[in-house]
């Protein structure tokens, strides 16, 4: 419930991606906020106020007359208590007014009356020319300069057969926005990089050795540092996860590769790195005699000999460059928590060391940590992986010089 208690004024404007405002709330009333439709008249040309206001469970507002407010002031009294306001689609025209002030009804003048602390989100959604015309960037260059939050847009294609940006977010990429929207940037302006899920060590090309990391907690520290206004690279081997929004994904297979991704992450020309998380349950062997073909069964019953080699720790190698990133490594034991943890933070040379009991969290939703460093080690008990994810940023964040 990542928006318990949260006042959203969901504005709507004239877009075919009207139609993803209807999952939009669903998704933010889901998430526990309380959302407040306000529609423009070309909105209601795409979706009727009857659709969210059976989805939002709230009357919906179109119209700066509108009597049912006791001192008929909507424009007033609709973000008077708000938590956020998010316009979502919203249309090239509407930038405009927002661009210049202009107040000729409800939903514009709404944006302009609103307290100063009250942020305003707006979802852009619009052709590819439209979104390209230098009428249209000079207004968001505007917008972005008053301190109005641009979400997306996306390129792909357009519902007019075109291809390019001014796609709307979907929902859920939306509500991940609209989230994060309420984190503090506890990362602005840092860049962080982590690896994340299991490795998969071919033994030949249909067969292989992997774990039973599900990426869930690496995915969730990746999210919760973009949240935290990070700028994020997650390397990750194979899960059925969606990338966080906003996050750079790089998809790797094995050990190796994941190590090479990595220093050459750090090693690129406009590569500070200012913190690494190592979240990935590296395979700590290979199969050195992997086969180019699918192994046959033996006729006399006897199976292939499959010889190990190690593969490079890739955390210790991190740790070990002359200026390393801030490096956070995770341990996932099975028992003895609190000693190996300390053990293996001075084995690995790092000075955050996230201790969990791997078989108790692989796979979950909620998951509990140790965190051991140089002071000693602080239990960040039970709760969910994403909860338990910004704590950890906010930890790493507090150890930043
Ligand atoms: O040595 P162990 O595998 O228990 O250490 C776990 C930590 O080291 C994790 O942060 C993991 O991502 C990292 N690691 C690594 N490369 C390896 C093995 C582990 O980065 N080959």
């Known amino acids: 419930m990542d928006l318990a208690g949260k006042n959203i004024v969901l504005g709507l404007t004239g877009g075919i991606a009207c139609y993803k405002a209807a999952e939009f709330t669903r998704a933010m009333i889901k998430a526990?906020?309380?959302?407040?439709?306000?529609?423009?008249?070309?909105?209601?040309?795409?979706?009727?106020?009857?659709?969210?206001?059976?989805?939002?469970?709230k009357p919906v507002f179109t119209d700066q007359w509108d009597a049912r407010i006791g001192n008929n002031m909507p424009h007033i009294d609709l973000t008077r208590d708000a938590d956020v306001i998010v316009i979502a689609p919203c249309s090239a025209d509407f930038i405009s007014k927002l661009a210049h002030g202009a107040c000729d009804d409800l939903l514009s003048t709404l944006c302009v009356a609103r307290p100063a602390t009250v942020p305003l989100l707006v979802a852009p959604a619009m052709n590819v020319e439209m979104w390209q015309n230098p009428a249209t960037q000079r207004n968001l260059a505007q917008l972005l300069a008053d301190d109005i939050q641009l979400l997306g847009p996306d390129a792909g294609e357009q519902a007019c057969g075109e291809v390019g940006m001014g796609r709307m977010l979907e929902a859920n990429q939306l509500l991940e926005e609209v989230i994060a929207s309420f984190q503090p940037k506890l990362l602005k302006g840092k860049r962080l990089l982590l690896t994340a899920g299991p490795t998969f060590e071919p033994i030949d090309p249909v067969r292989g050795i992997t774990n039973l990391s599900s990426g869930k907690m690496g995915y969730a520290v990746a999210r919760a540092a973009y949240e935290a206004g990070a700028e994020v690279t997650l390397v990750s081997g194979p899960t059925a996860l969606a990338a966080p929004y906003g996050v750079r994904r790089i998809g790797v297979q094995t050990a190796q590769q994941m190590h090479d991704i990595v220093m050459a992450q750090l090693a690129g020309a406009d590569s500070r790195t200012d913190v690494f998380v190592a979240v990935a349950a590296v395979a700590d062997w290979r199969v050195a005699n992997a086969s180019a073909q699918k192994l046959k069964k033996n006729a006399d019953g006897s199976a292939p000999e499959l010889v190990f080699e190690q593969n490079p720790d890739i955390l210790a190698t991190v740790a070990a460059l002359p200026k390393p990133p801030y490096c956070v490594g995770f341990a996932a034991e099975s028992e003895n928590l609190l000693q190996y943890g300390e053990v293996k933070r001075i084995r690995k040379n790092v000075p955050l060391l996230v201790g969990n009991i791997g078989h108790d969290t692989f796979g979950k939703d909620d998951n509990q940590l140790v965190l051991f460093d140089a002071d000693g080690h602080t239990s960040l008990p039970r709760a969910g992986k994403q909860q338990l994810a910004r704590q950890l940023i906010a930890a790493i964040a507090s150890r930043l010089t």
């Open 32 to 57: 526990g906020a309380s959302v407040q439709v306000v529609m423009t008249s070309a909105a209601m040309h795409f979706i009727t106020p009857v659709t969210m206001q059976g989805l939002s469970g």
